[in-house]
């Protein structure tokens, strides 16, 4: 099991961050197509998974507006909790109350990069030589 790639898009659907783990293959689709998907995702608990025959989509919507969806393979069990974890613990903390970071713009917090991919790295389900 691993994580392939997560997004974060602001409410405008803007993409903020973009990290890939264990992708050996592109999937076809680009980010402007997941902005899209993820604009027409109307939600009323904040949380979305669905899955295809190849890998498996976590959606997590703040009361904000900001969007984190993360692609998995298949046998990633629901990620509601860790998708709220990278939220409060490390996007508020290293983004929001950082005053270096101008909300709404592309991330550029190299902190906040390294803190989540020690995190995502560290998920139980993550596999460094799956793919």
């Not at 790639?5 to 903020?16: E, K, Q, T, V, W």
């Not at 050996?24 to 995702?41: D, F, N, P």
Request: with cysteine; hydrophobic share 35%; charged share 20%.
């Amino acid at each position: 099991m691993t994580v392939h790639n997560l997004y974060i898009f602001d409410r405008n659907g803007s993409c903020l961050h973009y990290g890939e783990w264990n992708r050996k293959k592109q999937a076809g689709i680009s980010k402007e197509e997941v902005r899209q998907e993820a604009q027409l995702i109307q939600l009323k608990d904040g949380f979305l998974t669905f899955q295809t025959s190849k890998y498996k989509l976590h959606y997590y919507e703040t009361a904000t507006g900001i969007k984190i969806i993360m692609n998995t393979d298949l046998g990633v069990p629901n990620a509601k909790d860790i998708l709220h974890q990278i939220y409060s613990t490390l996007y508020v903390e290293y983004i929001v109350k950082n005053p270096l970071c101008v909300l709404g713009e592309q991330l550029s917090s190299d902190l906040f990069s390294t803190r989540l991919d020690l995190y995502i790295r560290a998920l139980p389900f993550f596999s460094p030589r799956a793919a």
